[in-house]
């Protein structure tokens, strides 16, 4: 079963503007993390926050983590043609020297120019 | 630095036939996970293996075995392929002696079971 839901499914906006999606889960993680998936490739990593982070930034990606309410969210700022794709949220759990990751469903992202 | 790689890019099966999956990575990493992804799904972990001559079973392990033949290579077996094994497989590895644990995905595998 897929632990993570996210919202929404798919997301249209013009160049330039803000995107936000966000990403629900269900049990404890030691991290979360957002990557992404241009059309027929595989995943890309974007970022990383760790259970005890509450907001991490890298470059125009802002990540909110919120553990009470098992939540988080992905923010893109200035939003470019680039960035159209597929993204997706993992929760991840370390078990015996592995990272075990469960995906959501995914944001269909489409930067309109 | 070829990162992942993985073998063959798209294959076609009748069901009942077998083939194995080949992944690679030159990264030096411990850990490499094999996953699928059904049409707008996200990814499910099959197997994955800690490290060298380890493996455990994932989310959807049911008709498929791997085999960890070394620290590059993990390769991903179906016995007798089945129509619902239709999708795209993705090989990944990550470090987990060192942050930030990231997984870097190969290309994919497109496999149709007719």
């Known amino acids: 079963s897929q632990q993570g839901e996210e919202d929404p499914q798919a997301l249209s906006i013009q160049e330039g503007e803000n995107a936000t999606m966000n990403c629900s889960y269900k049990t404890s993680i030691n991290n979360l993390q957002w990557y992404r998936q241009n059309s027929g490739r595989g995943l890309v990593h974007l970022i990383l926050?760790?259970?005890?982070?509450r907001e991490k930034h890298s470059g125009r990606l802002r990540v909110t983590l919120d553990t009470s309410k098992k939540s988080s969210s992905l923010l893109i700022t200035a939003s470019r043609a680039a960035d159209t794709a597929s993204y997706f949220c993992?929760?991840?759990?370390?078990?015996?020297?592995?990272?075990?990751?469960?995906f959501g469903q995914g944001t269909r992202l489409t930067i309109n120019p | 630095n070829a990162g992942v790689t993985q073998t063959p890019k798209f294959q076609v099966l009748k069901t009942g036939q077998s083939m194995t999956l080949q992944c690679a990575q030159d990264?030096?990493?411990?850990?490499m996970y094999w996953y699928r992804q059904d049409p707008g799904m996200g990814l499910r972990l099959i197997y994955y293996s800690a490290s060298e001559g380890t493996t455990d079973k994932g989310e959807v392990p049911n008709g498929y075995n791997v085999s960890r033949l070394n620290k590059r290579e993990f390769s991903l077996r179906l016995e007798s392929a089945a129509p619902s094994q239709t999708s795209v497989y993705f090989c990944a590895s990550s470090d987990q002696r060192t942050p930030p644990y990231e997984q870097y995905f190969g290309p994919g595998t497109r496999l149709t079971v007719t």
């Open positions: 990264m030096n990493h411990n850990s």
């Open positions: 993992a929760t991840a759990r370390l078990i015996q020297g592995a990272q075990k990751l469960v």
């Open positions: 926050i760790r259970s005890n982070e």
